[in-house]
């Protein structure tokens, strides 16, 4: 019932704003801009990748807590390139937007999001990987005489 009524307030609200903007003479946000078709898809593109960012984020921090038992800061670590990539891969972008225009650079930051995801699905996060067997058998050669 609450959830209901965040949503029908925050529906509610936006109407209010788009209302009001689309009154003033000098409006905060011009939203003719959305009647441009590079515009509009920019935004439902960033839509989309926001929310599946955000419900990969979410779901990866709980597997990492509840199924694997890790504490919040591991799992925070964990997460840390993410962060990183969007770091730099935004200004990236824009500059790469410049020289090879949206829509190339669009498919390709999706294309490599999707890459990355399916990599991320197709790993045994319980298995600590090879990296980790090797050190462990690094270490345990060295303490051998």
């Known amino acids: 019932m609450l959830t209901a009524g965040v949503i029908a307030g925050g529906a509610t609200l936006l109407a209010a704003f788009v209302r009001m903007q689309l009154r003033a003479a000098a409006p905060m946000l011009d939203l003719s801009l ?26 990866l921090a709980q597997e990492l807590q509840y199924v694997l038992g890790k504490t919040p800061l591991q799992a925070g670590l964990f997460m840390v390139p993410i962060m990183a990539a969007a770091a730099v891969g935004g ?28 990599f991320l699905a197709r790993q045994d996060l319980h298995d600590p990987g090879w990296h980790a067997r090797e050190c462990a058998k690094r270490d345990h050669d060295a303490e051998s005489p």
């Open 91 to 118: 200004p990236v972008a824009g500059w790469l937007s410049n020289r090879l225009g949206l829509r190339v650079v669009a498919v390709l930051s999706l294309a490599v999001a999707a890459l990355s995801l399916l």
């Open 34 to 59: 959305l009647s441009r078709p590079a515009i509009l898809a920019g935004l439902m593109m960033a839509l989309v990748a926001s929310g599946a960012l955000a419900g990969v984020e979410l779901t």
